[in-house]
Nanobody, 119 residues
Framework: QVQLVESGGGLVQAGGSLRLSCAAS????????MGWFRQAPGKERAFVAR????????YYSDSVKGRFTISRDNAKHTVYLQMNSLKPEDTAVYYC????????????WGQGTQVTVSS
């Protein structure tokens, strides 16, 4: 089992920045990659970004490309999401997730952290 705990959410004005963290514990050696998702009120959960645990290859949704950066610290078993130039439409609960497979089917999820961007 892998446990994921997110932190770093909060309230920020449009144009501001936040950095989310996701700390993994447990059988972290089984992780192939980790991703960030978000769910806004009344909407389905949407992919934001992902990164491979080894190699650090990244992939972003078009809606955040150029504004968000995903990174990882293998020694700390932690993934980060640096969010810049935030917009009100970025308001959502942000979840991190971990996958054990190259097919990116996520096996583990965190509890989520709220990000609110005011206009």
């Amino acid at each position: 089992q892998v446990q994921l705990v997110e932190s770093g959410g909060g309230l920020v004005q449009a144009g501001g920045s936040l950095r989310l963290s996701c700390a993994a514990s447990g059988r972290t050696f089984s992780i192939y990659g980790m991703g960030w998702f978000r769910q806004a009120p009344g909407k389905e959960r949407a992919f934001v970004a992902r990164i491979t645990w080894m190699g650090g290859r990244t992939y972003y949704s078009d809606s955040v490309k150029g504004r968000f950066t995903i990174s990882r610290d293998n020694a700390k078993h932690t993934v980060y999401l640096q969010m810049n130039s935030l917009k009100p439409e970025d308001t959502a609960v942000y979840y991190c997730a971990a996958t054990r497979s190259t097919g990116w089917e996520y096996d583990y999820w965190g509890q989520g952290t709220q990000v609110t961007v005011s206009s």
